[in-house]
């Protein structure tokens, strides 16, 4: 299993992404899946989780990104997605993909097995 983060990119701000994650193994469909990011000089967060349907693909996020944010999934492409909207300069960061084969997840890095190798994300001001 291997997931690929795609979508990143430079953007003003105010300005919109659509990151993408790819499961090769085709099976994220069982998984939740989280989005996480990591500013320069400062520790990995979690940004947004989506449950598998075992939890009725519920959908969190951190404060920061309540109403910008929009996390989804396609799981007949084995595709998760994050909709970012109204970018700003602190949203500056490498986004990491990750999924949780319990299928709960979480905004907590615990309990989340394989992560991908991240896509940059930058906001000028």
């Known amino acids: 299993l291997q997931l690929a983060e795609s979508g990143g990119g430079l953007v003003q701000s105010g300005g919109s992404l659509n990151l993408s994650c790819v499961d090769s193994?085709?099976?994220?469909?069982?998984?939740?899946v989280g989005w996480f990011r990591q500013a320069p000089g400062k520790e990995r967060e979690a940004v947004s989780c989506?449950?598998?349907?075992?939890?009725?693909?519920?959908?969190y996020y951190t404060e920061s990104v309540k109403g910008r944010f929009t996390i989804s999934r396609d799981n007949a492409k084995n595709t998760a997605f994050l909709q970012m909207n109204s970018l700003k300069p602190e949203d500056t960061a490498v986004y990491y993909c990750?999924?949780?084969?319990?299928?709960?997840?979480?905004?907590?890095?615990?309990?989340?097995?394989?992560w991908g190798q991240g896509t940059q994300v930058t906001v000028s001001s």
């Open positions: 990750a999924i949780d084969m319990t299928g709960w997840g979480g905004l907590t890095e615990e309990g989340y097995d394989y």
């Open positions: 193994g085709h099976t994220l469909r069982y998984y939740a």
């Open positions: 989506i449950n598998n349907s075992d939890y009725d693909g519920q959908t």
